[in-house]
């Protein structure tokens, strides 16, 4: 059975850290593009960040560049979201998502979500101010 599960979230102050963990069963890690999703209550799904299989290219939306950094583990099936300086609008319940790799990059429509076909079950992050 394939399964995605996501760990680390948690309540943190505005310009702590969190690390995000998702661990991969079912499924070779590095067959898979890797991404991280959130989703606030009332708002939007939204493509934070993606990996390719090999790890060797990332990319990040505007609202979280520069702060949180996307990697992975092939050799223990788990990919990471670090995350610092978090905001209070960073709150949301975050997923991790895989697609079966084309080639060793995120496709240029990624951060809709859509051709992500496993996905995990969320784990919160609630930052306070």
């Known amino acids: 059975q394939v399964q995605l599960v996501e760990s680390g979230g948690g309540l943190v102050q505005a310009g702590g850290s969190l690390r995000l963990s998702c661990t991969a069963s079912g499924l070779t890690l590095d067959d898979y593009t890797m991404a991280w999703f959130r989703q606030a209550p009332g708002k939007e799904r939204e493509g934070g960040s993606c990996i390719s299989w090999s790890g060797g290219s990332t990319y990040y939306a505007d609202s979280v560049k520069g702060r949180f950094t996307i990697s992975r583990d092939n050799a223990k099936n788990t990919l990471y979201l670090q995350m610092n300086s978090l905001k209070p609008e960073d709150t949301a319940m975050y997923y991790c998502?895989?697609?079966?790799?084309?080639?060793?990059?995120?496709?240029?429509?990624?951060?809709?979500?859509?051709?992500?076909?496993?996905w995990g079950q969320g784990t919160q992050v609630t930052v306070s101010s």
């Open positions: 998502a895989a697609v079966l790799a084309l080639y060793d990059a995120c496709s240029a429509s990624w951060s809709n979500g859509g051709e992500f076909g496993v």
